[in-house]
């Protein structure tokens, strides 16, 4: 399979505790970016990496969430003290490097927080 | 990026086709028309994309008004597996970031 991966798939966790999420892109796609998506609403962006460079973050990326992409290759999101309003879908997608390209989504970390 | 418009659900017979509008009223003359989908409990899939010229692939075909202002996605032979929730978005093409925002989205559902 040549697509986007996501490991977990779900996640339940107790609240405080920390949790780490890992995207593998589709070969070659240098752009990657998080969204997360609750209950009955559309995802909504998190951030974005250009090869190992973090460009961008949206506000609701609070100090308790971080991302890395060391190598530019796999990504990891990061929630230390997990709180029950981070429970989510959390989504990952790539796409190559020219501006007309579309994003390719992965199928989602369900994380649950207790 | 431009706001879109979509009603919130919509029903289709199988195998009739399914016509899914949406609104954009303030696009701009450098934003593109996106449809994604998403079928429950998995990501978003994409399903085709135009700036002026009606598209067709063979998931789906794209249909721009001349204005701009609006377009419709049209599934052909809607089957089961096409029950989901269909996203309209307008965004710039161009060398920075490109997230997508998603809005509420249309739910399709396609009844036997």
């Known amino acids: 399979d040549t697509g986007v991966s996501q490991d977990p798939r779900h996640k339940i966790t107790k609240r405080g505790q920390n949790v780490t999420f890992r995207c593998d892109p589709i070969?070659?796609?240098?752009?990657l970016y998080w969204y997360r998506q609750t209950l009955g609403q559309g995802p909504e962006f998190l951030t974005y990496?250009?090869?190992?460079?973090?460009?961008?973050k949206s506000r609701l990326l609070s100090d308790r969430f971080s991302a890395e992409r060391p190598k530019g290759s796999f990504s990891t999101l990061e929630i230390q003290r997990t709180e029950q309003g981070d429970s989510a879908m959390y989504l990952c997608?790539?796409?190559?490097?020219?501006?007309?390209?579309?994003?390719?989504f992965g199928p989602g970390t369900r994380l649950t927080v207790l | 990026d431009a706001k879109t418009t979509q009603p919130p659900s919509m029903d289709c017979a199988e195998g009739r086709a399914a016509n899914l509008p949406c609104n954009h009223s303030t696009i701009s003359g450098n934003e593109y028309v996106y449809w994604y989908r998403q079928i429950h409990s998995q990501g978003p899939q994409y399903i085709i994309h135009?700036?002026?010229n009606n598209e067709t692939n063979e998931m789906a075909s794209l249909i721009i008004t001349e204005d701009r202002k609006s377009s419709t996605l049209i599934l052909p032979h809607a089957t089961l597996r096409d029950t989901a929730v269909y996203y309209c978005i307008v965004r710039v093409v161009d060398n920075a970031g490109n997230m997508l925002t998603f809005g509420g989205g249309t739910r399709l559902m396609v009844k036997p």
């Open positions: 135009g700036l002026k």
């Open positions: 070969s070659e796609h240098n752009r």
């Open positions: 990496f250009q090869n190992e460079a973090q460009l961008e």
């Open positions: 997608a790539s796409r190559p490097g020219t501006s007309a390209d579309t994003q390719y």
